[in-house]
């Protein structure tokens, strides 16, 4: 099976900018998840989607929103990039995201805001 | 609210020395916890977890943790470090809220 995609890898952009990252998961994986790691912050969570549906969101302003699609793709948006927002942005995938199972992490997506 | 703490940021270790990296939880309910290994440049890849049975648990690469309940701890032990071990290592909790909460990460080197 393929691993968990994203795209694209590296992205620099500018100050006041938006920015949208693609997640694919494993094959038949119906749970996506999204964290930001920073130096300074570690690994964050941001949001988890499940068949279309957000079930959780974690402590980030408005400007990061997400969506899932009906084949489970998931794309995350930033708006009004800031210089802060400078991150690696993970996806992870499992099954049905319940607290057990395994989450399996894609490579990332490096921005760099400048 | 489930947390995870990681005693040491960083560890360094002489190849073929034991490693032992520190993991304490907070939890309500029993946990779900897991170790994450990150190379350089690359995503999280899970080198165990325990969910309910046996609480010492084998992962890949020859890194086993035990669970005990008593002290809320999940450390991590691998017996003869290898050079390839050199990484970022994360300790994890899962939640009922459907995320994993990381601990700050322990990066480790081996010296030759």
């Known amino acids: 099976k393929a691993g968990v995609t994203q795209t694209p890898r590296y992205l620099i952009k500018t100050r006041g900018q938006q920015v949208t990252l693609s997640c694919s998961p494993i094959s038949g994986h119906r749970s996506v998840s999204w964290y930001q790691q920073t130096p300074g912050q570690g690994l964050q969570f941001l949001f988890e989607y499940f068949s279309e549906t957000q079930r959780n969101k974690g402590n980030f302003p408005g400007r990061f929103s997400g969506r899932q699609f009906s084949n489970s793709r998931s794309e995350m948006n930033v708006s009004t990039l800031e210089l802060g927002d400078s991150a690696l942005y993970l996806c992870?995938?499992?099954?049905?995201?319940?607290?057990?199972?395994?989450?399996?992490f894609g490579p990332g997506t490096r921005l760099l805001v400048l | 609210a489930q947390s995870v703490t990681q005693l040491g940021s960083h560890v360094s270790v002489s190849e073929g020395a034991l490693v032992l990296l520190r993991c304490n939880y907070s939890?309500?309910?029993?946990?779900?916890l897991f170790w994450y290994v990150q190379y350089p440049n690359q995503g999280l890849q899970l080198l165990l977890k325990?969910?309910?049975?046996?609480?010492l648990v084998k992962g890949i690469n020859g890194f086993e943790a035990e669970f005990k309940k008593s002290e809320t701890s999940f450390h991590l032990t691998k017996p003869s470090a290898h050079m390839s071990d050199a990484a970022e290592y994360f300790c994890?909790?899962?939640?009922?809220?459907?995320?994993?909460?990381f601990g700050a990460g322990t990066t480790v080197t081996v010296r030759a």
């Open positions: 992870a995938s499992s099954s049905a995201g319940t607290s057990r199972e395994t989450q399996y």
């Open positions: 994890a909790v899962g939640s009922n809220d459907y995320k994993l909460s």
């Open positions: 939890s309500s309910v029993p946990p779900y």
């Open positions: 325990y969910t309910t049975g046996a609480t």
